[in-house]
Nanobody
Framework: QVQLVESGGGLVQAGGSLRLSCAAS????????MGWFRQAPGKEREFVGT???????TYADSVKGRFTISRDNAKNTVYLQMNSLKPEDTAVYYC???????????????WGQGTQVSVSS
């Protein structure tokens, strides 16, 4: 059974940083593309970033230069380092796993439960 468990969310002031983690189990982690998405209140879930098997990454324009995705295949874990946080980054953040490298939800097969990130102004 595949499980993705996010952690590291919380409340932070604007300009601050957080690092989210997503621990994966039940899958051949190093073979999967890992993505991060987020959903703000009243809005649809949106793409944040993704990392492929070899560490190549793509980001949404809204987070480019502030967020960094990394992965540790030995620990079956993917990370989202978030710097210079803004109130508009407030959302539930989800990690996802799939075989296809892309920016749309349909390209990912497994999802975590999400972790709340709140940024105060």
């Amino acid at each position: 059974q595949v499980q993705l468990v996010e952690s590291g969310g919380g409340l932070v002031q604007a300009g601050g940083s957080l690092r989210l983690s997503c621990a994966a189990s039940g899958l051949a982690f190093r073979q999967y593309v890992m993505g991060w998405f987020r959903q703000a209140p009243g809005k649809e879930r949106e793409f944040v970033g993704t990392i492929n098997w070899s560490g190549g990454s793509t980001y949404a324009d809204s987070v480019k230069g502030r967020f960094t995705i990394s992965r540790d295949n030995a620990k079956n874990t993917v990370y989202l380092q978030m710097n210079s946080l803004k109130p508009e980054d407030t959302a539930v953040y989800y990690c996802a796993a799939g075989f296809r490298y892309g920016t749309t939800e349909g390209q990912y097969d497994f999802w975590g439960q999400g972790t709340q990130v709140s940024v105060s102004s």
